[in-house]
Protein backbone atom coordinates (compact mmCIF):
# COMPACT_ATOMS: atom_id res chain seq x y z
CA UNK A 1 0.00 0.00 0.00
CA UNK A 2 3.07 2.65 1.20
CA UNK A 3 4.72 1.51 -2.39
CA UNK A 4 1.15 2.12 -4.49
CA UNK A 5 1.36 5.77 -2.75
CA UNK A 6 4.85 6.27 -3.67
CA UNK A 7 3.97 5.76 -7.25
CA UNK A 8 1.22 8.00 -7.47
CA UNK A 9 2.88 10.73 -5.75
CA UNK A 10 5.79 10.24 -8.17
CA UNK A 11 3.55 10.54 -10.97
CA UNK A 12 1.95 13.62 -10.02
CA UNK A 13 5.49 15.02 -8.67
CA UNK A 14 6.26 14.34 -12.84
CA UNK A 15 3.12 15.72 -14.05
CA UNK A 16 3.69 18.60 -11.70
CA UNK A 17 6.96 19.34 -12.45
CA UNK A 18 7.31 18.43 -16.30
CA UNK A 19 5.66 21.42 -17.52
CA UNK A 20 7.80 23.62 -15.38
CA UNK A 21 10.95 22.25 -17.07
CA UNK A 22 9.80 22.59 -20.14
CA UNK A 23 9.15 26.11 -19.76
CA UNK A 24 12.47 26.53 -18.32
CA UNK A 25 13.97 25.09 -21.17
CA UNK A 26 11.86 26.92 -23.41
CA UNK A 27 12.56 30.38 -22.10
CA UNK A 28 16.37 29.52 -21.84
CA UNK A 29 16.37 28.74 -25.80
CA UNK A 30 14.07 32.32 -26.09
CA UNK A 31 17.11 33.78 -23.85
CA UNK A 32 20.02 32.73 -26.11
CA UNK A 33 18.37 33.80 -29.05
CA UNK A 34 17.25 37.20 -27.96
CA UNK A 35 21.31 37.99 -26.91
CA UNK A 36 23.13 35.59 -28.56
CA UNK A 37 25.96 38.21 -28.92
CA UNK A 38 29.02 37.59 -25.99
CA UNK A 39 28.60 39.55 -23.10
CA UNK A 40 31.92 40.32 -22.86
CA UNK A 41 32.66 41.23 -26.87
CA UNK A 42 30.03 43.86 -26.35
CA UNK A 43 31.47 45.01 -22.92
CA UNK A 44 35.00 45.26 -24.67
CA UNK A 45 33.39 47.78 -27.54
CA UNK A 46 31.97 49.84 -25.46
CA UNK A 47 34.95 50.93 -23.81
CA UNK A 48 35.68 52.70 -27.04
CA UNK A 49 37.34 51.65 -30.28
CA UNK A 50 40.78 52.64 -29.29
CA UNK A 51 41.03 50.03 -26.22
CA UNK A 52 38.66 47.70 -28.99
CA UNK A 53 41.49 47.90 -31.03
CA UNK A 54 44.71 47.19 -28.86
CA UNK A 55 42.30 44.44 -27.87
CA UNK A 56 42.42 43.01 -30.80
CA UNK A 57 45.90 43.46 -31.80
CA UNK A 58 46.54 41.79 -28.64
CA UNK A 59 44.22 38.42 -29.60
CA UNK A 60 44.49 37.60 -33.03
CA UNK A 61 42.73 34.84 -33.08
CA UNK A 62 39.23 35.66 -30.95
CA UNK A 63 36.32 35.82 -33.41
CA UNK A 64 34.09 38.77 -31.91
CA UNK A 65 30.32 37.69 -31.88
CA UNK A 66 28.39 40.59 -31.74
CA UNK A 67 25.16 39.21 -33.35
CA UNK A 68 22.07 40.86 -32.70
CA UNK A 69 23.64 43.55 -31.19
CA UNK A 70 21.81 47.27 -30.77
CA UNK A 71 24.01 49.91 -31.70
CA UNK A 72 22.10 52.43 -33.41
CA UNK A 73 24.05 56.10 -34.08
CA UNK A 74 27.21 54.78 -32.49
CA UNK A 75 30.65 56.29 -33.68
CA UNK A 76 32.74 52.90 -34.50
CA UNK A 77 35.14 55.43 -37.33
CA UNK A 78 38.47 52.66 -37.88
CA UNK A 79 36.99 49.78 -35.87
CA UNK A 80 39.03 46.75 -36.61
CA UNK A 81 35.75 43.89 -36.88
CA UNK A 82 37.50 41.43 -39.20
CA UNK A 83 36.20 37.95 -39.52
CA UNK A 84 33.00 39.66 -36.67
CA UNK A 85 29.77 37.85 -37.03
CA UNK A 86 27.51 40.81 -36.78
CA UNK A 87 24.53 38.77 -38.21
CA UNK A 88 21.28 40.72 -37.24
CA UNK A 89 23.21 43.30 -35.73
CA UNK A 90 21.43 47.16 -35.26
CA UNK A 91 24.03 49.87 -37.06
CA UNK A 92 21.24 52.14 -37.63
CA UNK A 93 22.42 55.73 -38.31
CA UNK A 94 26.03 54.59 -37.33
CA UNK A 95 29.16 55.68 -37.83
CA UNK A 96 31.67 53.03 -39.44
CA UNK A 97 34.07 55.22 -41.83
CA UNK A 98 37.60 53.90 -42.60
CA UNK A 99 36.84 50.35 -40.83
CA UNK A 100 38.17 47.15 -41.31
CA UNK A 101 35.66 44.59 -41.66
CA UNK A 102 37.03 41.95 -43.86
CA UNK A 103 35.30 38.62 -44.26
CA UNK A 104 32.93 39.96 -41.15
CA UNK A 105 29.24 38.82 -41.32
CA UNK A 106 26.27 40.66 -41.53
CA UNK A 107 23.30 38.96 -42.49
CA UNK A 108 19.97 40.61 -41.88
CA UNK A 109 22.02 43.86 -40.32
CA UNK A 110 20.21 46.71 -39.85
CA UNK A 111 21.93 49.76 -41.04
CA UNK A 112 20.26 52.19 -43.09
CA UNK A 113 21.50 56.08 -43.07
CA UNK A 114 24.92 54.13 -41.48
CA UNK A 115 28.36 55.99 -42.85
CA UNK A 116 30.76 53.63 -44.15
CA UNK A 117 32.85 55.75 -46.38
CA UNK A 118 36.40 53.92 -47.05
CA UNK A 119 34.94 50.69 -45.26
CA UNK A 120 36.73 47.79 -45.97
CA UNK A 121 34.02 45.34 -46.75
CA UNK A 122 36.27 43.18 -48.57
CA UNK A 123 34.78 39.28 -48.40
CA UNK A 124 31.78 40.71 -46.17
CA UNK A 125 28.49 37.92 -46.16
CA UNK A 126 25.71 40.62 -45.89
CA UNK A 127 22.61 38.96 -47.35
CA UNK A 128 19.39 40.53 -46.49
CA UNK A 129 20.83 43.88 -44.98
CA UNK A 130 19.27 46.83 -45.00
CA UNK A 131 21.46 49.56 -46.45
CA UNK A 132 18.96 52.50 -47.26
CA UNK A 133 20.23 55.55 -47.73
CA UNK A 134 23.60 54.72 -46.33
CA UNK A 135 26.75 56.71 -47.31
CA UNK A 136 29.54 54.20 -48.67
CA UNK A 137 31.69 56.57 -51.04
CA UNK A 138 34.73 55.05 -51.59
CA UNK A 139 33.88 51.56 -49.84
CA UNK A 140 35.32 48.21 -50.68
CA UNK A 141 33.51 45.43 -51.20
CA UNK A 142 35.31 43.29 -53.48
CA UNK A 143 33.94 39.79 -53.58
CA UNK A 144 30.97 40.87 -50.66
CA UNK A 145 28.14 39.13 -50.92
CA UNK A 146 25.24 41.22 -50.81
CA UNK A 147 22.26 39.08 -52.25
CA UNK A 148 18.59 40.18 -51.74
CA UNK A 149 20.02 43.31 -49.52
CA UNK A 150 18.59 47.09 -49.87
CA UNK A 151 20.51 49.56 -51.54
CA UNK A 152 17.90 51.97 -52.56
CA UNK A 153 18.99 55.91 -52.59
CA UNK A 154 22.58 54.77 -51.15
CA UNK A 155 25.52 56.76 -52.09
CA UNK A 156 27.50 53.78 -53.67
CA UNK A 157 29.59 56.25 -55.77
CA UNK A 158 33.40 55.02 -56.11
CA UNK A 159 32.62 51.71 -54.45
CA UNK A 160 34.67 48.34 -55.34
CA UNK A 161 31.73 46.08 -56.19
CA UNK A 162 33.98 43.59 -58.50
CA UNK A 163 33.02 40.33 -58.30
CA UNK A 164 30.78 40.86 -55.85
CA UNK A 165 27.17 38.61 -55.47
CA UNK A 166 24.12 41.69 -55.79
CA UNK A 167 21.66 39.28 -56.69
CA UNK A 168 18.04 41.02 -55.70
CA UNK A 169 19.66 43.61 -54.60
CA UNK A 170 17.57 47.11 -54.32
CA UNK A 171 19.62 49.70 -56.02
CA UNK A 172 16.33 52.30 -56.54
CA UNK A 173 17.62 55.31 -56.89
CA UNK A 174 21.01 55.02 -55.39
CA UNK A 175 24.30 56.99 -56.82
CA UNK A 176 26.67 54.40 -58.26
CA UNK A 177 28.96 56.90 -60.29
CA UNK A 178 31.67 55.73 -60.45
CA UNK A 179 31.57 52.21 -59.10
CA UNK A 180 33.12 49.36 -60.46
CA UNK A 181 30.87 46.31 -61.33
CA UNK A 182 33.28 44.28 -63.11
CA UNK A 183 32.81 40.96 -62.49
CA UNK A 184 29.45 41.33 -60.33
CA UNK A 185 26.55 39.27 -60.63
CA UNK A 186 23.87 41.57 -60.91
CA UNK A 187 20.27 39.09 -61.81
CA UNK A 188 17.32 40.05 -61.10
CA UNK A 189 19.05 43.08 -59.63
CA UNK A 190 16.49 46.45 -59.41
CA UNK A 191 18.29 49.27 -60.81
CA UNK A 192 15.48 51.49 -61.71
CA UNK A 193 16.47 55.36 -61.60
CA UNK A 194 19.97 54.63 -60.20
CA UNK A 195 22.76 57.02 -61.29
CA UNK A 196 25.01 54.78 -63.39
CA UNK A 197 27.39 57.64 -64.47
CA UNK A 198 30.89 56.45 -65.12
CA UNK A 199 29.89 52.98 -63.99
CA UNK A 200 32.79 49.92 -65.04
CA UNK A 201 30.30 46.93 -66.08
CA UNK A 202 32.67 44.97 -67.83
CA UNK A 203 32.02 41.43 -67.24
CA UNK A 204 28.86 42.01 -64.78
CA UNK A 205 26.42 39.53 -65.50
CA UNK A 206 22.61 40.30 -66.02
CA UNK A 207 19.58 38.40 -66.45
CA UNK A 208 15.97 38.84 -67.72
CA UNK A 209 14.95 39.39 -63.94
CA UNK A 210 17.50 42.25 -64.05
CA UNK A 211 15.87 46.03 -64.22
CA UNK A 212 18.33 48.54 -65.83
CA UNK A 213 18.24 52.34 -64.59
CA UNK A 214 15.73 52.37 -67.64
CA UNK A 215 13.18 50.79 -65.54
CA UNK A 216 13.77 48.26 -68.76
CA UNK A 217 14.75 44.66 -68.55
CA UNK A 218 18.46 43.80 -69.34
CA UNK A 219 18.72 41.98 -72.86
CA UNK A 220 21.42 40.27 -74.59
CA UNK A 221 21.94 43.07 -76.79
CA UNK A 222 22.33 45.72 -74.31
CA UNK A 223 25.09 42.99 -72.51
CA UNK A 224 26.72 43.31 -75.42
CA UNK A 225 27.00 46.77 -75.56
CA UNK A 226 28.60 46.71 -72.58
CA UNK A 227 30.73 43.85 -72.66
CA UNK A 228 28.79 42.00 -70.06
CA UNK A 229 27.75 38.41 -69.45
CA UNK A 230 24.00 38.08 -70.58
CA UNK A 231 22.77 34.82 -68.09
CA UNK A 232 19.46 33.20 -69.66
CA UNK A 233 16.80 32.81 -66.93
CA UNK A 234 13.73 32.72 -68.43
CA UNK A 235 10.80 34.87 -66.66
CA UNK A 236 7.54 34.22 -66.94
CA UNK A 237 7.17 36.87 -69.75
CA UNK A 238 9.86 38.41 -71.18
CA UNK A 239 9.31 41.55 -73.14
CA UNK A 240 12.71 43.43 -73.57
CA UNK A 241 13.93 41.35 -76.47
CA UNK A 242 11.12 41.96 -78.82
CA UNK A 243 12.29 43.72 -81.79
CA UNK A 244 11.05 47.46 -82.37
CA UNK A 245 9.74 47.06 -85.87
CA UNK A 246 7.61 43.82 -85.37
CA UNK A 247 4.32 44.12 -85.63
CA UNK A 248 1.22 44.55 -82.75
CA UNK A 249 -0.39 41.27 -83.66
CA UNK A 250 2.54 38.85 -83.75
CA UNK A 251 3.76 40.63 -80.46
CA UNK A 252 0.69 40.26 -78.44
CA UNK A 253 0.50 36.71 -79.83
CA UNK A 254 3.64 36.09 -78.30
CA UNK A 255 3.16 37.12 -75.25
CA UNK A 256 -0.29 35.52 -74.92
CA UNK A 257 1.62 32.54 -75.86
CA UNK A 258 3.93 32.58 -72.97
CA UNK A 259 1.49 34.01 -70.78
CA UNK A 260 -0.97 30.87 -71.08
CA UNK A 261 2.40 28.63 -71.19
CA UNK A 262 3.51 30.11 -67.50
CA UNK A 263 0.11 31.60 -65.96
CA UNK A 264 0.40 28.78 -63.15
CA UNK A 265 3.78 29.79 -62.32
CA UNK A 266 3.85 33.54 -62.81
CA UNK A 267 4.03 34.89 -59.34
CA UNK A 268 2.54 38.62 -60.93
CA UNK A 269 -0.54 36.56 -62.26
CA UNK A 270 -3.88 35.81 -60.28
CA UNK A 271 -4.27 33.48 -58.04
CA UNK A 272 -7.94 33.04 -59.04
CA UNK A 273 -8.71 32.73 -62.79
CA UNK A 274 -12.56 32.66 -62.54
CA UNK A 275 -12.87 36.16 -61.33
CA UNK A 276 -15.42 38.69 -64.04
CA UNK A 277 -14.50 40.68 -66.43
CA UNK A 278 -15.19 43.78 -64.38
CA UNK A 279 -13.97 42.83 -61.05
CA UNK A 280 -13.12 46.37 -60.46
CA UNK A 281 -17.02 46.96 -59.35
CA UNK A 282 -17.45 46.56 -55.35
CA UNK A 283 -20.56 45.41 -55.97
CA UNK A 284 -19.66 41.74 -56.97
CA UNK A 285 -17.46 41.46 -53.89
CA UNK A 286 -18.51 39.35 -51.14
CA UNK A 287 -20.13 41.56 -48.43
CA UNK A 288 -17.47 40.14 -45.79
CA UNK A 289 -13.80 41.79 -45.12
CA UNK A 290 -11.72 40.23 -47.67
CA UNK A 291 -8.35 41.56 -46.01
CA UNK A 292 -6.11 41.35 -43.08
CA UNK A 293 -7.31 44.02 -40.97
CA UNK A 294 -4.48 44.54 -38.39
CA UNK A 295 -2.17 44.75 -41.97
CA UNK A 296 -4.68 47.21 -43.04
CA UNK A 297 -4.48 49.23 -40.10
CA UNK A 298 -0.50 49.56 -39.54
CA UNK A 299 -0.46 50.59 -43.68
CA UNK A 300 -2.71 53.28 -42.88
CA UNK A 301 -1.34 54.82 -39.81
CA UNK A 302 2.45 55.21 -41.07
CA UNK A 303 4.19 54.11 -44.23
CA UNK A 304 7.32 53.97 -42.82
CA UNK A 305 6.61 51.50 -40.04
CA UNK A 306 4.97 49.74 -42.86
CA UNK A 307 8.05 49.76 -44.81
CA UNK A 308 10.36 49.22 -41.92
CA UNK A 309 8.08 46.13 -41.01
CA UNK A 310 8.42 44.17 -44.31
CA UNK A 311 12.12 44.83 -44.45
CA UNK A 312 12.72 42.91 -41.65
CA UNK A 313 9.60 40.25 -43.04
CA UNK A 314 10.79 39.53 -46.11
CA UNK A 315 8.59 36.51 -46.66
CA UNK A 316 5.20 38.65 -45.52
CA UNK A 317 2.23 38.08 -47.35
CA UNK A 318 0.15 40.98 -47.71
CA UNK A 319 -3.32 40.88 -48.23
CA UNK A 320 -5.33 43.73 -48.65
CA UNK A 321 -7.97 42.70 -50.85
CA UNK A 322 -10.61 45.14 -51.35
CA UNK A 323 -9.67 47.84 -49.13
CA UNK A 324 -10.53 51.13 -48.78
CA UNK A 325 -7.20 53.31 -49.21
CA UNK A 326 -9.85 56.40 -50.62
CA UNK A 327 -7.59 59.33 -50.61
CA UNK A 328 -4.72 58.06 -48.10
CA UNK A 329 -1.81 59.24 -48.39
CA UNK A 330 0.23 55.80 -49.29
CA UNK A 331 3.47 57.50 -51.03
CA UNK A 332 6.47 55.57 -51.08
CA UNK A 333 4.69 52.90 -49.61
CA UNK A 334 6.30 49.68 -50.37
CA UNK A 335 3.73 46.80 -51.70
CA UNK A 336 5.59 44.56 -53.84
CA UNK A 337 3.50 41.38 -54.65
CA UNK A 338 0.41 42.66 -52.64
CA UNK A 339 -2.79 41.07 -52.76
CA UNK A 340 -4.88 44.49 -53.37
CA UNK A 341 -7.42 42.80 -55.99
CA UNK A 342 -10.29 45.48 -55.95
CA UNK A 343 -8.88 47.37 -53.48
CA UNK A 344 -10.04 51.52 -53.74
CA UNK A 345 -7.75 54.33 -54.54
CA UNK A 346 -9.80 57.12 -55.34
CA UNK A 347 -7.73 60.15 -54.64
CA UNK A 348 -5.09 58.52 -52.99
CA UNK A 349 -1.50 59.60 -53.44
CA UNK A 350 0.96 56.40 -54.47
CA UNK A 351 3.66 58.70 -55.66
CA UNK A 352 7.01 57.22 -55.38
CA UNK A 353 4.95 53.68 -54.40
CA UNK A 354 6.81 50.15 -55.15
CA UNK A 355 3.63 47.93 -56.61
CA UNK A 356 5.83 45.18 -58.97
CA UNK A 357 4.31 42.03 -59.42
CA UNK A 358 0.90 43.47 -56.88
CA UNK A 359 -2.39 42.21 -57.74
CA UNK A 360 -4.11 44.81 -58.53
CA UNK A 361 -6.83 43.27 -60.49
CA UNK A 362 -9.86 45.54 -60.32
CA UNK A 363 -8.52 48.23 -58.44
CA UNK A 364 -10.01 52.07 -58.58
CA UNK A 365 -7.16 54.38 -58.50
CA UNK A 366 -9.68 57.36 -60.21
CA UNK A 367 -7.62 60.50 -59.77
CA UNK A 368 -5.00 58.72 -57.25
CA UNK A 369 -1.35 60.03 -57.84
CA UNK A 370 0.92 57.18 -58.86
CA UNK A 371 3.92 59.76 -60.01
CA UNK A 372 6.88 58.29 -59.71
CA UNK A 373 5.34 54.54 -58.95
CA UNK A 374 6.56 51.20 -60.28
CA UNK A 375 3.68 48.88 -61.47
CA UNK A 376 6.46 46.70 -63.30
CA UNK A 377 5.18 43.07 -63.75
CA UNK A 378 1.55 44.11 -61.76
CA UNK A 379 -1.60 42.71 -62.76
CA UNK A 380 -3.62 45.65 -64.34
CA UNK A 381 -6.12 43.34 -65.68
CA UNK A 382 -9.96 45.66 -64.87
CA UNK A 383 -8.11 48.75 -63.44
CA UNK A 384 -9.31 51.58 -63.15
CA UNK A 385 -6.48 54.55 -63.74
CA UNK A 386 -9.31 57.37 -65.21
CA UNK A 387 -7.83 60.48 -65.05
CA UNK A 388 -4.97 59.20 -62.48
CA UNK A 389 -1.27 61.26 -62.92
CA UNK A 390 0.73 58.19 -64.38
CA UNK A 391 3.63 60.65 -65.01
CA UNK A 392 7.11 58.40 -64.88
CA UNK A 393 5.08 55.17 -64.02
CA UNK A 394 7.23 51.97 -64.65
CA UNK A 395 4.84 49.29 -66.60
CA UNK A 396 7.12 46.96 -68.11
CA UNK A 397 6.01 43.90 -67.77
CA UNK A 398 2.49 44.55 -66.13
CA UNK A 399 -0.81 42.41 -67.45
CA UNK A 400 -3.32 44.51 -68.85
CA UNK A 401 -6.92 43.52 -70.47
CA UNK A 402 -9.53 45.24 -72.62
CA UNK A 403 -11.47 45.84 -69.13
CA UNK A 404 -8.62 48.33 -68.18
CA UNK A 405 -9.78 51.72 -67.87
CA UNK A 406 -7.17 53.97 -68.86
CA UNK A 407 -5.89 57.65 -67.29
CA UNK A 408 -7.96 58.98 -70.49
CA UNK A 409 -11.13 57.21 -70.15
CA UNK A 410 -10.94 54.83 -72.60
CA UNK A 411 -10.41 50.59 -72.41
CA UNK A 412 -6.69 49.63 -73.10
CA UNK A 413 -6.35 48.00 -76.20
CA UNK A 414 -3.66 45.45 -77.97
CA UNK A 415 -1.95 48.36 -79.62
CA UNK A 416 -1.58 50.39 -76.46
CA UNK A 417 0.01 47.63 -75.04
CA UNK A 418 3.03 46.96 -77.50
CA UNK A 419 3.39 50.99 -76.98
CA UNK A 420 4.32 50.32 -73.15
CA UNK A 421 5.64 46.95 -73.36
CA UNK A 422 2.86 45.83 -71.32
CA UNK A 423 0.91 42.15 -71.74
CA UNK A 424 -2.67 42.29 -73.07
CA UNK A 425 -4.49 39.50 -72.20
CA UNK A 426 -8.00 38.19 -71.38
CA UNK A 427 -9.65 38.24 -68.15
CA UNK A 428 -9.69 34.16 -67.64
Known sequence: MKIQSIKIMSHKAIRFLLPLFLNVAVISVFSFRASAFDPSHLESLNAGVKSWNSMRALHKDLLPDLSGAVLKGRNLRGVNLQNANLSGVILTDSDLSNADMQHITLDAARMSGSMLMRANLEGAVMRGADLEAAVLDGANLRQAVLKKSILKKADCSNVD????????????????????????????????????????????????????????????????????????????????????????????????????????????????????????????????????????????????????????????????????????????????????????????????????????????????????????GADLRGANFWRANLDR?????????????????????????????????DER
Open 393 to 425: VRLDGAVISAATVLESGKNATPEWAVRHRVIFA
Open 161 to 376: FSEANLQDCNFREASLVNANLGGADLQAAYLWRANLGKVKLSGVKVSEATILETGRYATQDWARERQAIFVSTPLPVVLSSTPPDVSSAAVQGDLKNTLSQDRSSAAHLAPDPARSANIWRKSELPSEVLHDRKQYEQLKRNVFDWNDMRKQNRTMIVSLKGADFDHKNLSYADLTGADLGAATFKGADLEESDMRKADLRGCNFREATLRGADLG
